[in-house]
C-alpha cells in the first residue's frame, strides 16, 4: 500500500458546484496536512495548512483531517472556472528530516 | 521577485549527455530540496539540503548529483541521461528542516531523446 493514496482523476464540475477531493494515508506519524495547487506549467503552491486532526477554513476552501481515519479532504464551494489546476495533497511527520509526501494529484476542470 | 527561481526552465537533450539545473532561492531559508514529476504529475522527493548539508537522499542512481556551494543554492547535474529521466523537476525550500510551507520554483521540464 502506497503511503499516501488520492484519487487519480480527472474531475470535470460545472461552474457553481461544491468539489470534494480526497486522500487517505498509512502512516500514523503523519501530523502536518497540506493541500498545493497546481497550475498547467507552474510549480505547486501552497493552498491549505493543517495540524493534526480538525476543519481549517479560507474562503470558499475547508480542508478536514480525519487522524482516526487516516483521511483528508478539501472542499471548493461555488467552483470557478480559474480554480481549475491540478490538487495535490501532501503530508508529514514531525521531526527533523521529515520529508513531505505527496499524493498522485488530481486535476479539476471547472466549466465554464 | 521570484522566490524560487530554476534554470533553464527547459532542456532538450540526447541520451548519453550530461546536464545542470540550477536553483537559487531569496526567501533566506535553509532547506532546499529537488523533486521529480512525472507525466502523470507524481511528485516525488530527490533531495533535501539543509545549511549546504546533505540530509535526505532517496533511491536516486549515482548519476544524478546535488550541489550546494551555499544555503541560497542547490543545483542538480545529471550524467549520462536515459530517456526515463525525462520530467519536470523542481526546485523547493522551506524554512526548516520540518517547518513551513514549502515553496516551489516553476520548474525545468528535461525532455531526453
Known amino acids: 500500500q502506497k503511503e499516501v493514496e488520492q484519487d487519480p482523476g480527472p474531475l470535470s464540475v460545472p461552474e457553481g458546484a461544491i468539489v470534494s477531493l480526497n486522500c487517505t494515508y498509512s502512516?500514523?506519524?503523519?501530523?502536518?496536512f497540506m493541500w498545493y495547487r497546481q497550475y498547467s506549467r507552474k510549480g505547486p503552491e501552497l493552498l491549505m495548512y493543517?495540524?493534526?486532526?480538525g476543519n481549517k477554513e479560507d474562503g470558499r476552501f475547508t480542508a478536514q483531517v480525519d487522524k482516526s481515519s487516516k483521511y483528508i479532504s478539501l472542499f471548493i464551494r461555488d467552483s470557478q472556472p480559474s480554480d481549475s489546476a491540478t490538487y495535490l495533497c501532501?503530508?508529514?511527520?514531525?521531526?527533523?528530516?521529515?520529508?513531505?509526501?505527496f499524493g498522485k494529484g488530481i486535476t479539476l476542470s471547472v466549466r465554464p | 521577485d521570484t522566490a524560487v527561481s530554476q534554470t533553464p526552465k527547459y532542456l532538450v537533450t540526447q541520451m548519453g549527455n550530461d546536464k545542470s539545473i540550477k536553483c537559487e532561492q531569496n526567501?533566506?531559508?535553509?532547506?532546499m530540496y529537488w523533486y521529480k514529476q512525472d507525466s502523470k504529475k507524481f511528485l516525488k522527493i530527490m533531495f533535501s539540503?539543509?545549511?549546504?548539508?546533505?540530509?535526505i537522499n532517496e533511491t536516486v542512481p549515482n548519476r544524478f548529483s546535488p550541489k550546494s556551494p551555499d544555503k541560497a543554492h542547490l543545483n542538480l547535474h545529471i550524467n549520462s541521461l536515459e530517456l526515463g529521466d525525462s520530467a519536470v523537476y523542481f526546485c523547493?525550500?522551506?524554512?526548516?528542516?520540518?517547518?513551513?510551507?514549502?515553496?516551489f520554483g516553476e520548474g525545468s521540464r528535461l525532455t531526453v531523446l
Open positions: 493543517t495540524y493534526s486532526s
Open positions: 501532501a503530508m508529514s511527520a514531525a521531526g527533523a528530516n521529515s520529508k513531505l509526501t
Open positions: 502512516n500514523s506519524a503523519f501530523q502536518y
Open positions: 526567501l533566506g531559508h535553509d532547506t
Open positions: 523547493a525550500s522551506r524554512t526548516g528542516i520540518d517547518t513551513g510551507e514549502l515553496f
Open positions: 539540503y539543509n545549511n549546504k548539508e546533505l540530509i
